[in-house]
């Protein structure tokens, strides 16, 4: 055998680690969990009539108790700029918008004009 070789052995060992190796948890799953419940006289959570799992933007702001007064002062920004957002878009039509990004167009100089590249 040369010095090249590499030896053959079984895995790799790492210093620190007792022979056993990591020893992990076991996952509970959620059927048992929901046997335990019902054993227990506990009812499982309750799926929303819609059948959808998430909670509605209507339940979630239950929990602005949570919330300090500067994060309820910024939601309510939001929301307004959101509202005044959307009544501006609402209003103009399709026509109105083409009419605006021309006219914003025609004020740019010929800078920021597309050059024209190749002969002719």
Do not use: C
């Amino acid at each position: 055998m040369s010095d090249y070789d590499f030896p053959l052995g079984g895995s790799l060992k790492l210093k620190g680690v007792s022979e056993g190796g990591i020893v992990k948890k076991k996952k509970k799953s959620k059927s048992d969990q929901t046997a335990k419940g019902a054993v227990q006289g506990e009812e499982p959570a309750k799926a929303s009539p819609s059948g959808s799992n998430r909670s509605s933007p209507a339940i979630a702001s239950g929990s602005d108790d949570r919330k300090t007064a500067a994060e309820k002062r910024f939601q309510e920004v939001q929301r307004k700029r959101l509202a005044d957002k959307v009544k501006k878009l609402a209003g103009k039509t399709h026509k109105d918008r083409v009419h605006e990004l021309n006219a914003k167009l025609e004020a740019l100089s010929e800078h920021h004009d597309i050059p024209k590249v190749g002969p002719g």
